[in-house]
């Protein structure tokens, strides 16, 4: 994190981010973020994680909400919803001759649980409990290590594809660039040619987990 909505220090040691106080002002930090007091945070919430003062004085946040969107996509209750709804539905879908699946559960029941799933639920979407912000500081506080950085792959890896190019660089920094913060200082081709010159993968035209990983 930084700015006044910033979290630990990075590069923290284990043993001190896992320290009882390190433990208390975390989820003091959370129950701050959390305006509306449902436990949950919202991505406007989420957003004034990290925070920059304003030409007006008020704090600005310093994550895109192409950013923030994407940690939601991941790691938001909805997206856990789709998860165990696609979970129950492949349950449902046994071989022929098989009567039973896990748990007892019949693949006519477990299509009904699919569809339930589905349909709604009392889970509120768009949001992010605790444990998923937890996930979300520990990456961010220890992000140049490798859990850290599989953590915010998978964010970039918008597709899933097992690779990123100009392309998907372009979505995540075109709203970067455009900020106050930076206020047009910087060339998008450029910064992409950087970055890809920075990390030299394998393939010209890509760039890998792998590739992030052996860079450091």
């Known amino acids: ?7 630990a220090k990075t590069g923290a040691s284990n043993s001190s981010w896992f320290s009882p106080e390190n433990a208390q002002q975390i989820y003091s930090h959370f129950l701050k973020l959390d305006k509306d007091g449902d436990n949950m945070l919202s991505p ?12 007006d004085g008020e704090p ?3 994550m895109t909400e192409t950013f923030v969107q994407r940690v939601f996509q991941e790691h938001g ?7 165990t709804a696609a979970q129950a539905q492949a349950a449902g879908q046994v071989r022929p001759g098989v009567r039973k699946v896990n748990h007892g559960m019949s693949s006519r029941k477990g299509g009904a649980q699919a ?53 998907t660089i ?38 890998t987990l792998a590739d992030l990983l052996s860079a450091g």
């Open 44 to 55: 406007s919430e989420l957003s004034m994680y990290s925070t920059f003062e304003g030409e």
């Open 170 to 207: 372009n979505y995540f920094l075109r709203e970067v660039l455009s900020s106050p913060f930076f206020g047009g200082q910087y060339e998008m081709q450029d910064v992409k040619d950087e970055i890809f010159d920075m990390l030299r993968p394998a393939d010209p035209l890509k760039i």
């Open 115 to 167: 569809d339930a799933l589905c349909a709604g639920s009392n889970l509120p979407k768009d949001r992010i409990d605790f444990p998923s912000y937890l996930q979300f500081r520990l990456a961010n506080d220890f992000r140049k290590t490798e859990q850290g950085i599989r953590y915010f792959w998978n964010l970039l890896d918008t597709k899933h594809e097992g690779f990123i190019t100009q392309f």
């Open 60 to 62: 600005v946040s310093s």
């Open 77 to 83: 209750r909805a997206a856990a919803l789709s998860k």
């Open 1 to 7: 994190g930084g700015g006044r909505g910033g979290g």
